[in-house]
């Protein structure tokens, strides 16, 4: 793979579009070039979805398993149409015209024009619709379906600024546009779908209630019973801290009066919480807020912002508090779970051990 030294940055306003640089992006993409783009959720990296040599790329730069199948990004329905078997069914056209162009990604059945890369050999490919007006303004001007994973390498924490792009593959990118920071922050709702049978493979943008109001529509799995198995690639580790990770639950332990979270003088951990609750802390950590629970849509916009922040403040550990709310605040928990590893510590015991294993490798 060729890489780049200097990262080619390219600033497009959403609120203005330059015609001229979205035409040079998209050019670039039909010539089987890499292009991390925004979209309203993160960003993504972005190629040719009929171009085989060019996903092979995609892979390698992200450092991703090729079992782990990718998203196809499409500019309308007619586009879909052309990535799919036979015309969209008809659950799926509702929640199209409920969320398209948006944040959801419909697991549909694969149509003959996409390679089998794309899908990890599946037989079903996930489409989705972006709604932010560059990644569609480059997917409509390049005219063929992008794919693109989040990008970041495999496994860290997805970007939501083209400068998070450029720390995790700015010399893989042949270009990375920049639009500033992403609306919502994490990434799409994946569902799949059996008839009117809708089931949420990962939780994202659009909240399972926004999906059960959908007429025609019936919530078979809300994702509890989901793991990995159905949802390639949607791993136990993943959107993760380099820094060991260990989540908890709100008002779950008692700090205050815990032996055994003390620390000696070379260790530091950081407590990710909420401003609204926090809570008191054994002396030595450091309370770091994730927002304030009143917005959770703001905790969503900032959350992989504000984990990238801490994990760079280089503590021992980092201790993450999940919402315990339900709709958006289940894609948060979702993540903040994944970011510790499915490690999450209900005992003031647990908490200890994981954070002396920490101590423990911490060089
Ligand atoms: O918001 C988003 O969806 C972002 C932006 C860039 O659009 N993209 C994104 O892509 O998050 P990625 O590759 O990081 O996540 C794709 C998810 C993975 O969990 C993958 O396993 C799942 O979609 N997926 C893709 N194709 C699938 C399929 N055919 N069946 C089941 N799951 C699939
Ligand atoms: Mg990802």
């Known amino acids: 793979m060729t890489t780049n030294p200097r990262p080619n940055v390219v600033a497009i306003s959403p609120l203005q579009i330059d015609a001229d640089l979205i035409g040079t992006a998209a050019r670039a993409l039909r010539d089987g070039q890499l292009v991390a783009f925004p979209t309203e959720t993160v960003y993504g990296l972005g190629c040719n979805a ?7 790329k995609v892979f390698a730069a992200k450092g991703r398993p090729s ?13 879909a149409e052309s990535v799919i078997e036979g015309p969209l069914p008809p659950a799926a ?19 003959e024009a996409v390679p089998l890369a794309v899908t990890s050999g599946l037989d079903s490919v996930a489409v989705r619709c972006p709604s932010h007006p560059v990644a569609a303004a480059l997917i409509h001007g390049a005219g063929i379906p992008i794919t693109a994973p989040s990008a970041n390498r495999f496994n ?3 970007p939501t600024s083209a400068q998070h792009v450029i720390a995790d593959l700015g010399h893989v990118c042949d270009i990375i546009i920049d639009s500033g920071r992403t609306d919502h922050g994490l990434e799409s709702t994946v569902v799949t779908l059996d008839g009117a049978d809708v089931t949420v493979l990962r939780h994202g943008a659009i909240t399972v209630e926004q999906l059960a109001s ?6 078979a799995d809300d994702g509890t019973s989901v793991d990995s198995p159905a949802s390639p690639g949607h791993e136990k ?25 003390e620390l000696g003088a070379a260790t530091s951990v950081i407590y990710a919480g909420y401003s609204d609750r926090e809570p008191e802390l054994p002396s030595a950590w450091r309370f770091e807020s994730l927002g304030s629970l ?10 992989y912002f504000e984990l990238r922040r801490i994990d760079a403040l280089a503590a021992t550990a980092i201790v993450v508090e999940l919402t315990g709310t339900p709709g958006l ?30 101590t423990a490798t911490h060089d």
């Open 93 to 111: 056209k509702a929640l199209a015209d409920a969320f398209w162009p948006g944040p959801l990604t419909m697991i549909l059945r694969r149509g």
């Open 214 to 219: 959908v007429e025609g529509i019936r919530i």
């Open 156 to 158: 860290h924490i997805s």
């Open 294 to 303: 009143a917005s959770v849509e703001a905790v969503g916009h900032d959350l």
């Open 237 to 261: 580790r993943h959107y993760s801290p380099r820094t060991p990770t260990v989540a908890v639950r709100g008002n779950s332990i008692d700090f205050a009066s815990t032996p055994g979270l």
């Open 67 to 79: 079992s782990d199948p990718l998203i196809v990004h499409v500019d309308g329905l007619e586009m």
């Open 50 to 56: 009929l171009d085989e040599a060019a996903i092979a």
């Open 329 to 358: 605040g289940r894609a948060i928990d979702d993540r903040l779970t994944r970011a510790a590893g499915s490690t999450i510590a209900s005992t003031s015991a647990e908490l200890a051990k994981v954070i002396a294993e920490a």
